[in-house]
């Protein structure tokens, strides 16, 4: 607008824009800062107990299962989104049992019918937890 030109006018007096600097190819313009390196981003680690009740979501009784109990692996429906190492962390945390080894299967989803009726039977994702010699879970009791 023309009638606030005048105050461009000022801030161009008081503060005038450094001319163009002279660049090694012989060009004229400004010199690029130098910025300064990206700082890494930590992965924050997900810690307490409520966590480690949210990654176990409940064990996976089967007869399979119960067999490998007796060789120190034992199955757990873990959450979707949880890691090997976090499904660990939160058997140490729970159980306070050394893990040796964790192994997931993703089950997916299957499709059901009942008559007419059709539905989905939910997928999840299961763990097989595997404890270091002589040490147990006590799986009644949880």
Do not use: C, W
Not at 55 to 66: C, D, F, N, Q, W
Not at 85 to 97: K, T
């Amino acid at each position: 607008m023309a009638l606030l030109d005048f105050l461009k006018k000022k801030k161009q007096q008081e503060s005038p824009e450094p001319q163009g600097e002279e660049l090694s190819n012989g060009k004229k313009g400004k010199k690029k800062e130098a910025r300064e390196p990206k700082k890494e981003t930590v992965k924050k680690e997900r810690k307490g107990r409520a966590v480690s009740y949210a990654m176990l979501l409940r064990p996976h009784v089967t007869e399979k299962a119960s067999v490998l109990a007796g060789r120190n692996v034992y199955v757990f429906q873990v959450s979707a989104k949880a890691t090997k190492l976090e499904i660990a962390s939160a058997v140490q945390d729970i159980y306070g049992v050394p893990v040796q080894q964790v192994n997931i299967v993703n089950i997916p989803s299957k499709k059901i019918r009942v008559g007419k009726r059709q539905g989905v039977k939910s997928g999840y994702k299961k763990a097989m937890v595997s404890v270091k010699q002589g040490h147990q879970i006590d799986m009644t009791s949880s």
